[in-house]
Structures are given as C-alpha cells and as structure tokens.
C-alpha cells in the first residue's frame, strides 16, 4: 500500500466504525469548544480515535477496533468548554469530565461496555481505578500524545480530521 492509500484506509476504518457518530449533528457540538491550543474538542477526538488504530495495527495488539474508534470519539463527549471559569461549568474538570463524557455517550448513541469503559477511564492513572480492556490503555497512552501534539501544533492527522469533518 502506499502512503496515499494507507491514509485513505485509515480515514475509511474511522468513518466505517464511527458511521453513527460522526454523521449525528449532535457530535459536532463539540466543534464549538477548544480543547487545546487551537484544536476543538471535536478534532481532538477525531484524531485520538486516529490514533488509536494506528498504535493498535502497528503494534499488532489485537484490539477490538471498533470499539476502540468508538470510544475513542467519544471519550470527551462532555460538551462545555473548560476554559472559561469555574462558576459557569461543572467543577473538578480533570476527575469528572469523563463521567460527563460517558453520560451524554449514552444518551445520544448505542455504546458497548468496551465503549463505556473507554470514555469512563480515559484519565487514567489521574483516575486511579485501573482500566480492565486493552483498548482503554491504547486511549489513555493516545490521549496523552494527541495532547501534548495539539498544545504546541495542529493534531495528528489533521487532513483527516477535517475531511471527516466535512464528510458528514
Ligand atoms: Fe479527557
Ligand atoms: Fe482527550
């Protein structure tokens, strides 16, 4: 395969397993927040789930792919921006925005208990209780790099991140 033709894999993986999500209007709410530097939270998620299926096939960790694209979209589903002051939105972002996440999750779409483990401890270890699937580990490791990537640049694969944007 060549790289053109691997990117296009990697955005059909993503688009195929996440069809629901990424095609619901009400995700790209989360295009209304930053999440870091000039990233969205809905970019950051969409690159994470990236991510993740790119660690998982590199490393040959046999994880449940779909799950983890899903989960993986969703894991900061939490829908406010943590930016502005703590009068004005949920309190102790860094512990709870994945329980927000997991909620609004599973109010809008049909997630698995992979899934749900996924959102739920995504911040681990600043959650302390250990994640049980592999897929949360491959998030948790992915979450962290698509993090530090947006803080000082544009997320990994940001070309497509906005083709799938447009794409819905
Ligand atoms: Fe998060
Ligand atoms: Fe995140």
């Known amino acids: 395969m060549t790289k053109i033709q691997k990117r296009e894999h990697l955005k059909a993986l993503v688009a195929y397993y996440g069809a629901d999500i990424l095609s619901s209007a009400d995700y790209y709410q989360s295009d209304k927040y930053i999440q870091h530097g000039d990233t969205s939270t809905l970019e950051h998620m969409i690159s994470a789930a990236c991510l993740c299926l790119q660690i998982s096939r590199k490393l040959r ?93 544009k997320p990994f694969y940001y070309d497509i991140v906005q083709e799938l944007k447009h794409d819905k």
């Not at 979209?73 to 502005?84: G, V």
């Not at 302390?128 to 592999?134: G, L």
Request: with cysteine; proline share 8%; aromatic share 10%.
């Open 61 to 153: 960790l046999k994880s449940d792919e779909m799950s983890l694209v899903r989960g993986a979209l969703l894991h900061d589903f939490f829908l406010y921006d943590w930016h502005t002051p703590k009068s004005t939105r949920p309190p102790h972002h860094a512990t709870y925005h994945a329980s927000y996440a997991l909620k609004n999750a599973a109010d809008h779409y049909a997630i698995n208990p992979t899934e749900a483990e996924i959102i739920q401890k995504h911040m681990f270890p600043v959650n302390i209780t250990p994640p049980k699937h592999r897929e949360t580990y491959i998030l948790t490791i992915a979450d962290k790099l698509c993090s530090f990537k947006e803080s000082v640049s």
